[in-house]
């Protein structure tokens, strides 16, 4: 058996999404909110990442935090236990946020902050063809998922303004390359900054602030 798929209907959903994340741009910077949409797939350290971002921005911003799971709300509570504002999003079993979640989620965002993170569910395939409305998009790879993960993954840089290679201190031990991770993602796209980090130490995440034009 063969599955028929409808391209029109598809790109006509992208481009119903893209729409709906221009709107919701457009409503932020109306409200002042600066955003930023984190991508990455699980355990790449994303959480951490905005755990130490929030830590250092606090006195710089009101933080606010959309968190995307498909049933737990761990990585929102970790996030609001730094003082940050965090609103959960449940997908059930969708593998992505997209604009519809996003458009709902960002009524209820407190008028009292002017920075929000978007905390995506983890996943570096789907999120690729569904912004959400954020300034910046930011991807999150760490040495531990092996040494073709950007390679593998090509669309999702492309759509980065930020790329983040984690886990700096155990790429020896894996025997993957920094240098050529960094390299995959400049070969694939020339434009986004690239981040080398250890997240958990914090090393990294000045650089990171920069490149977020924080």
């Known amino acids: 058996m063969h599955k028929i798929v409808d391209l029109a209907s598809e790109e006509s959903l992208l481009a119903h999404n893209r729409e709906l994340a221009e709107k919701i741009n457009k409503q932020l910077k109306e409200r002042g909110i ?3 949409d984190v991508m990455g797939a699980i355990g790449s350290g994303k959480t951490t990442i905005l755990e ?3 830590e250092r921005l606090k006195d ?3 933080i606010g935090a959309l968190a995307g799971d498909l049933t737990t709300t761990i990585d929102a509570d970790r996030i609001g236990a730094h003082g940050v504002k965090t609103f959960q999003i449940n ?3 969708e593998c992505h946020l997209d604009a519809h979640f996003i458009s ?3 009524d209820k965002v407190s008028e009292d902050i002017d920075l929000l993170f978007i905390e995506n569910v983890g996943n570096l395939i789907c999120p690729a063809d569904f912004p959400l409305g954020a300034d910046k998009r930011m991807v999150v790879i760490s040495v531990t998922e092996g ?5 593998k993954h090509p669309y999702i840089f492309r759509e980065a303004d930020v790329a ?3 886990k700096k201190d155990l790429a020896e ?3 993957v390359s920094v240098k050529q991770l960094k390299e995959d993602v400049k070969t694939i796209s020339p434009g986004t900054r690239v981040v080398i980090m250890c997240a958990r130490t914090g090393e990294g995440i000045e650089e990171l602030i920069l490149a977020l034009e924080l």
């Open 34 to 36: 600066r955003s930023v």
């Open 173 to 175: 031990p894996m025997q």
């Open 164 to 166: 983040v290679i984690n």
């Open 52 to 54: 130490k971002l929030s």
């Open 104 to 106: 709902h989620a960002v």
């Open 91 to 93: 997908t059930g079993k």
């Open 60 to 62: 710089r911003y009101r």
């Open 147 to 151: 040494p073709y993960m950007v390679k």
